[in-house]
């Protein structure tokens, strides 16, 4: 099992950026997808996810409104989208996977499978 991120970097506030999470090694809809962020001295936290079987996604209060998670099967890749974003946004972003057949994604507890991260950073 593996997951990869990638599409972070340095954006100014206001602005978007789309992270992706490319998968291998397991059949992508028997999961959930999560993404966490966990920004200099503070605690990881749960971001969104999204059960890839039907879609059904969840989004913590912070970023609902701003953020959307979305997946293509053909690539087996997950993005998490996010527009208007805030200097409270910089983090580490990380995605992970659990088995999610016909459990909701969230509460975000119990994913065992990580990938690296990748740094968001918002600045001007």
């Known amino acids: 099992l593996q997951l990869v991120e990638s599409g972070g970097g340095l954006v100014q506030p206001g602005g978007s950026v789309r992270l992706s999470c490319t998968v291998s090694?397991?059949?992508?809809?028997?999961?959930?997808i999560g993404w966490f962020r966990q920004a200099p001295g503070k605690e990881r936290e749960g971001v969104s996810c999204?059960?890839?079987?039907?879609?059904?996604?969840y989004y913590a209060d912070a970023v609902k409104g701003r953020f959307s998670i979305s997946g293509d099967s053909a690539s087996n890749t997950t993005y998490l989208q996010m527009n208007s974003l805030e200097p409270e946004d910089t983090a580490v972003y990380y995605c992970?996977?659990?088995?999610?057949?016909?459990?909701?994604?969230?509460?975000?507890?119990?994913?065992?499978?990580w990938g690296r991260g990748t740094q968001v950073t918002v600045s001007p």
């Open positions: 992970a996977a659990r088995p999610a057949l016909f459990q909701p994604c969230a509460p975000m507890e119990d994913y065992r499978t």
């Open positions: 090694g397991f059949l992508l809809n028997n999961y959930a």
């Open positions: 999204i059960r890839r079987r039907d879609g059904s996604a």
